[in-house]
């Protein structure tokens, strides 16, 4: 059963009618009293809250009414309100709604809403290892067996069924497109477009015509009509990369068509509709986006119904050989080599590196090493002399997780970069590592990193 609440009758009988049709059980309450008269009588699967159902437009009485609902249910709250109280509603989303609708609302939208939030209350739990998850879903292209990424893959597993909107955090090279397109090839929607768009790389100027599209004539040089992304995606999925890089304007226009599903072809006054699952991605912390006043509070509460964030590959070392092996067996075929292997010393030492470009760069490592070295099984010297060569994003001040890592494992980490990049040079080695040469021969035998000493 789900449950209205909102004191304007003419809202509350259209809800009806929709949901009715379309085969829910719904009941309408005018009143806060009356919604909790019927939730101690019957628990409603899914409540539609009009925070405004008052003469007084505060929201103080829906706000109320939620915070009684939370303390009391775990059921999913979808908030209604008008285009000028989203402020108001993305205060419900802190006090525990799932999503919220604009008035006047798209059926098609809502409907869409209803279904994703009651199929993500009624999912049962996933199986828990990889194999089962394999038998079930699609993730050949995702790699690895670490207890994070299993819980990142049930995720998929219960969310890629639905519609909900969907953000993807974590460091750069982690896998955030492969995840997007893993949700996308297990959902309903997996013989539709999956259109990705780097929004990073998109000027202000260029964003409602690449986003949208344009009409020829709507601006100098549009010599012809242009069909938008969003167009593109129609009836699939829409993979908005970068989305943290998004200059506040283009914020402003993203969330419209976020939020009706509506838009505007540039040069054209004619309104277009679109049927799109919506999955984000970026490499920063929107929270202190949000809080430095650069992205938009109610752009980020509607992109991240469901979050998941991708462990940098520092925090799952284990998967580090598997992932080896993977790139190996394709770079066997790619090249025509067939014998190709890493040698067990090398599997260690490259599980040791820290790979601030997380798998991205073990790829471009592993791939750059299998072109320049012709030996068929592949040592720690053949990758250390490609590793500095492989391009990272650098950040001096970035360190590891509390917990990931010893002092000592540090130690070893960065005695064998320094070792690598300075190639065996002792003097240059101890010189960037700041200690002496004895201090970093001690620690050479400590760690027992076999080197042949090269001319200063």
Request: aromatic fraction near 6%; glycine fraction near 8%; include cysteine.
């Amino acid at each position: 059963m789900i449950l209205i609440v909102d004191d304007d009758i003419a809202v509350r009988t259209s809800l009806l009618l929709l949901l009715q049709n379309h085969k829910y059980e719904a009941i309408g309450a005018d009143s806060a009293s009356k919604a909790l008269k019927i939730m101690s009588q019957q628990t409603p699967e899914l409540v539609i809250l009009d925070l405004n159902f008052s003469i007084d437009t505060s929201g103080k009485e829906g706000m109320a009414l939620l915070k009684e609902i939370r303390e009391n249910h775990t059921m999913p709250v979808l908030l209604i309100t008008g285009w000028g109280s989203i402020a108001l509603a993305v205060e419900g989303m802190k006090l525990g709604a799932n999503d919220f609708i604009n008035k006047p609302w798209n059926n098609d939208h809502l409907l869409q809403s209803v279904k994703t939030l009651l199929s993500l209350q009624n999912q049962q739990p996933a199986p828990q290892n990889r194999k089962q998850l394999d038998k079930q879903y699609n993730f050949k292209q995702l790699i690895g067996e670490d207890a994070r990424m299993i819980a990142i893959l049930e995720t998929i597993g219960r969310v890629a069924t639905t519609d909900a909107s969907v953000l993807i955090t974590g460091e750069s090279g982690t896998g955030k497109e492969l995840i997007a397109e893993a949700i996308h090839e297990n959902s309903k929607r997996s013989n539709k477009p999956f259109i990705k768009v780097n929004l990073g790389g998109i000027a202000a100027s260029l964003f409602e015509s690449e986003m949208f599209g344009h009409v020829r004539g709507a601006f100098t040089d549009a010599r012809f009509d242009r069909m938008g992304r969003f167009e593109l995606a129609n009836k699939g999925t829409i993979f908005l990369d970068e989305i943290g890089d998004l200059e506040s304007g283009s914020q402003v226009k993203l969330l419209r068509v976020l939020q009706d599903r509506t838009y505007e072809v540039l040069g054209s006054s004619r309104t277009k509709t679109v049927d799109v699952r919506v999955v984000c991605a970026t490499n920063k912390n929107l929270n202190e986006l949000v809080a430095k006043g650069l992205f938009r509070e109610d752009l980020l509460y509607r992109i991240n119904l469901i979050h998941i964030h991708l462990p940098p590959l520092r925090e799952r070392q284990g998967d580090i050989p598997l992932l080896v092996g993977f790139f190996m067996g394709n770079m066997k075929e790619i090249y025509g080599r067939p014998n190709l292997s890493v040698a067990p010393a090398a599997m260690k030492w490259l599980q040791k590196l820290q790979l601030p470009g997380n798998i991205r760069q073990l790829k471009n490592l592993i791939e750059r090493t299998v072109l320049v070295s012709g030996n068929e099984v592949l040592n720690i010297e053949d990758f250390q002399s490609q590793l500095e060569l492989s391009p990272v994003q650098k950040d001096k001040n970035q360190l590891p997780g509390v917990g990931t890592m010893t002092l000592e494992e540090m130690e070893e980490g960065m005695v064998r970069q320094a070792m690598s990049f300075h190639k065996n040079r002792i003097s240059k080695a101890a010189a960037s590592l700041g200690i002496t040469r004895n201090a970093l021969y001690r620690r050479l035998e400590k760690y027992q990193i076999p080197f042949n000493e090269a001319e200063d």
